[in-house]
């Protein structure tokens, strides 16, 4: 087989078949197909696309280019959940223990945060000694025995995915729903999970601009799951102003704690019960969405979601006496209101703009190598729809010193737009995908 005749094959707007695939991804993965030649093929296929079996056999072919994780050890059914990724996404941190109180296991592989959107493992790094770094015996004797597990994806996991995505990053050829589904889709299934629900986000901080891609992708992505032999349900969901109120690591980490005391609602907690029904409807926990909701609910009431926190922050060699003490997680320096320069009402806040004043407060990695400050960011006293007077705080940035603090303050308080009516607000859950 010559990778010069499936490229031009693809480029010609034809059907690559198993074998090629197969052929591609092993020889990409192992060393033996070169650089250009991938690329050349990547961006053949996205102008070209690929059918519904070309997806899928590519997804296969790269959950298998290393090592898959076997959770048959664990007893029940096991859950994952996977966000394409927002700014102020600090679901997981509240979702996973929520559900793991219900008495469904959640394995969770996760990653660090890039650019405007952060990641579930830096903002865990908010507990002193917290660690994702888990041997598989200690991923999988964990989730059996505290209901949940995070850990770092590990080298071996998904090797073709980690080579090709840093390809298509610097080739123009992220955008691409066969190329998305492929990388997101063999991921989680070489994860392990037998439930899979994908957290779509659609907007102006997420991914997916707009809700119509948002759906395609969402669409494939649960095809691609059921083809795989995978409960796999998608929820669309808005990200056009930053999720919740925090936006920072440690910030987050308050605030889902928040949550799981029961002091925090709003879109952040309807998200999670939308996520955790799916989770505990596709487990066979609970017979309906509604009963779902009740038993995630009073898990939250009675404590034990909170608990199972703690529990899980132990588990991973972290201090869980910061789940009941926010005092014990990193606190910035400096803390200044960004006041509101007019009277009305927040008609919107840039959610992706408002991600990179977290970056460049020294939250966020503009590189891959970048250091993170855990405890930057801001706190929203205002979202969209909320009256506003004029001077009232709009924010409150947490900074390392006086000069990051001012600057962000300036910044923030620009990616909010007022007008003089109440705006019309689109529902946190667009649509769910089953
Ligand atoms: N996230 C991924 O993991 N892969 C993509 O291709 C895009 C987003």
Same mark, same amino acid.
């Given at each position: 087989?010559?990778?010069?005749?499936?490229?031009?094959?693809?480029?010609?707007?034809?059907?690559?078949?198993?074998?090629?695939?197969?052929?591609?991804?092993?020889?990409?993965?192992?060393?033996?197909?070169?650089?250009?030649?991938?690329?050349?093929?990547?961006?053949?296929?996205?102008?070209?696309?690929?059918?519904?079996?070309?997806?899928?056999?590519?997804?296969?072919?790269?959950?298998?280019?290393?090592?898959?994780?076997?959770?048959?050890?664990?007893?029940?059914?096991?859950?994952?959940?996977?966000?394409?990724?927002?700014?102020?996404?600090?679901?997981?941190?509240?979702?996973?223990?929520?559900?793991?109180?219900?008495?469904?296991?959640?394995?969770?592989?996760?990653?660090?945060?890039?650019?405007?959107?952060?990641?579930?493992?830096?903002?865990?790094?908010?507990?002193?000694?917290?660690?994702?770094?888990?041997?598989?015996?200690?991923?999988?004797?964990?989730?059996?025995?505290?209901?949940?597990?995070?850990?770092?994806?590990?080298?071996?996991?998904?090797?073709?995915?980690?080579?090709?995505?840093?390809?298509?990053?610097?080739?123009?050829?992220?955008?691409?729903?066969?190329?998305?589904?492929?990388?997101?889709?063999?991921?989680?299934?070489?994860?392990?999970?037998?439930? =899979?629900?994908?957290?779509?986000?659609?907007?102006?901080?997420?991914?997916?601009?707009?809700?119509?891609?948002?759906?395609?992708?969402?669409?494939?992505?649960?095809?691609?799951?059921?083809?795989?032999?995978?409960?796999?349900?998608?929820?669309?969901?808005?990200?056009?102003?930053?999720?919740?109120?925090?936006?920072?690591?440690?910030?987050?980490?308050?605030?889902?704690?928040?949550?799981?005391?029961?002091?925090?609602?709003?879109?952040?907690?309807?998200?999670?019960?939308?996520?955790?029904?799916?989770?505990?409807?596709?487990?066979?926990?609970?017979?309906?969405?509604?009963?779902?909701?009740?038993?995630?609910?009073?898990?939250?009431?009675?404590?034990?979601?909170?608990?199972?926190?703690?529990?899980?922050?132990?588990?991973?060699?972290?201090?869980?006496?910061?789940?009941?003490?926010?005092?014990?997680?990193?606190?910035?320096?400096?803390?200044?209101?960004?006041?509101?320069?007019?009277?009305?009402?927040?008609?919107?806040?840039?959610?992706?703009?408002?991600?990179?004043?977290?970056?460049?407060?020294?939250?966020?990695?503009?590189?891959?190598?970048?250091?993170?400050?855990?405890?930057?960011?801001?706190?929203?006293?205002?979202?969209?729809?909320?009256?506003?007077?004029?001077?009232?705080?709009?924010?409150?940035?947490?900074?390392?010193?006086?000069?990051?603090?001012?600057?962000?303050?300036?910044?923030?308080?620009?990616?909010?737009?007022?007008?003089?009516?109440?705006?019309?607000?689109?529902?946190? =859950?667009?649509?769910?995908?089953?």
């Amino acid at each position: 087989m010559q990778m010069t005749d499936i490229i031009a094959r693809k480029r010609d707007g034809g059907e690559l078949s198993r074998e090629e695939i197969q052929f591609f991804i092993e020889g990409y993965t192992r060393g033996s197909i070169p650089d250009y030649q991938a690329s050349a093929l990547l961006m053949a296929i996205v102008w070209r696309g690929m059918t519904r079996r070309e997806t899928l056999d590519l997804t296969l072919a790269m959950m298998h280019s290393g090592e898959t994780l076997d959770l048959s050890s664990i007893s029940g059914v096991k859950a994952d959940k996977h966000s394409t990724g927002g700014v102020g996404d600090k679901t997981s941190l509240a979702l996973l223990p929520m559900v793991a109180a219900q008495g469904v296991h959640m394995a969770k592989m996760s990653g660090r945060g890039l650019g405007h959107t952060g990641g579930t493992i830096d903002k865990l790094e908010s507990f002193p000694g917290f660690s994702c770094a888990l041997s598989d015996e200690a991923f999988l004797s964990q989730v059996q025995r505290v209901g949940f597990a995070i850990a770092g994806q590990t080298a071996d996991l998904d090797p073709a995915d980690k080579k090709l995505y840093a390809l298509r990053d610097v080739t123009g050829t992220v955008s691409s729903i066969p190329l998305i589904v492929s990388s997101i889709m063999s991921k989680k299934l070489a994860a392990g999970a037998d439930v =899979i629900v994908l957290d779509v986000k659609c907007g102006d901080g997420a991914f997916m601009k707009t809700e119509s891609d948002a759906r395609t992708l969402a669409g494939e992505m649960v095809e691609i799951g059921k083809l795989a032999g995978r409960r796999t349900v998608a929820c669309i969901t808005g990200m056009d102003q930053p999720l919740g109120r925090a936006v920072g690591n440690a910030l987050e980490v308050k605030e889902a704690m928040a949550l799981l005391r029961g002091d925090f609602g709003g879109d952040l907690l309807e998200l999670c019960l939308t996520l955790g029904s799916c989770i505990l409807t596709e487990s066979g926990a609970a017979a309906s969405d509604g009963e779902a909701r009740l038993k995630l609910e009073r898990g939250i009431a009675d404590g034990s979601a909170l608990a199972k926190l703690a529990e899980f922050v132990a588990a991973q060699g972290g201090d869980a006496r910061a789940v009941y003490d926010a005092s014990l997680l990193p606190s910035a320096p400096v803390t200044v209101p960004v006041p509101s320069p007019a009277d009305g009402y927040v008609s919107a806040i840039a959610a992706e703009r408002s991600g990179l004043v977290s970056m460049h407060l020294g939250g966020g990695r503009a590189t891959k190598d970048s250091e993170i400050d855990l405890s930057v960011g801001f706190v929203l006293n205002k979202k969209s729809g909320d009256a506003v007077k004029k001077g009232e705080s709009l924010a409150i940035v947490h900074a390392r010193d006086a000069e990051s603090a001012a600057r962000a303050a300036r910044d923030l308080a620009d990616c909010f737009s007022f007008s003089d009516a109440r705006p019309e607000l689109k529902p946190i =859950i667009r649509d769910i995908i089953r």
